[in-house]
């Protein structure tokens, strides 16, 4: 098994470590301009040789760059996996004309062992509604960097909250259908050094009659990241930070506690999917362009009220 890693930040290197525990013997390249000791490294992926040697793909760069790097592979190599981190794209109105690999985005929360149990549960039940709230204060996600000159903190590298935190996005289309609709209030409302948007206020509707509510933002010191989900016979709570889940009704009230979670669990649950091709719970490209199409109005919405800021 080959693989190739574009990119080699913070999630690079969580895929690479995840990828070696995963497979044993297998070969990982990396597409860096870091040198290192560990892993064999191109500087671009044009001088990569060999490159249809490669099994499997993963693209693991700045937001900004996902649209460059996944046209040039999609070109040279054919029939391949390719897994791309989320966002897919930092731009709404790109897309690839012909696709001649299998194409995955990394919405590994998909495989967060609470969002599977309620995928499980919810399968035969109607969802009225979701609420979701999920943040962060910015400054703390990444201890070691500074975080003025991370991607998040710019809005021409594709940051912006709405950007990083689309793993909510996803996971409600996952769970409740496709929006059809939605209001948003948002925009850069802290003191943070940034120029991106820290806060976003979302309502809307899917196509199967869910009404969602979404709160996202890189203003909480206490992070947070909780989903409360109606449907006709039960309340769901989702606590995935502190991994709980309450189940309720009218008569009974049970509570489970997932312990021993490993942050690296879902990723290697995601890996596992894409490269047995058992890939039914992967995020698609399709799936992936759609979550773009909702930043896209998401963002339409938030323009309306930045007279307001």
Known sequence: MKVL??????????????????????????????????????????????????????????????????????????????????????????????????????????????ISELKEQLYIERILSISVICGQYLPSWRPDTDYRLCYSASKERGGGVVYDLSHELDYISWLCGSFVDLKSIGGKISNLEINSNDYASVIGITNKKTFVSIVLDYLSFVPQRKIVLNTDSKTFEADLVNNTLLISNIEVRSSKVFEGMDKNVTYKKMHEAILLHHGNDVATYEEAKKVIDTIKLIEDRNKEFLSYL
């Open 5 to 114: 890693v574009i990119g080699y930040g913070s999630i690079g290197k969580r895929h690479c470590g995840v990828l070696r525990l995963l497979i044993p013997g297998i070969e990982i390249v990396v597409v860096t301009k870091q040198k290192l000791d560990n892993f064999k490294t191109y500087e671009k992926i044009q001088d990569v040789i060999e490159i249809d040697s490669f099994n499997y793909f993963i693209i693991s760069t700045e937001t900004i760059k996902h649209f460059e790097q996944l046209f040039l592979l999609n070109d040279k190599v054919k029939d391949k996996d390719i897994l791309v981190e989320k966002p897919i794209f930092s731009d709404f109105n790109i897309g690839l004309e012909k696709i001649q690999n299998r194409i995955y985005c990394g919405y590994n929360l998909r495989f967060h062992p609470i």
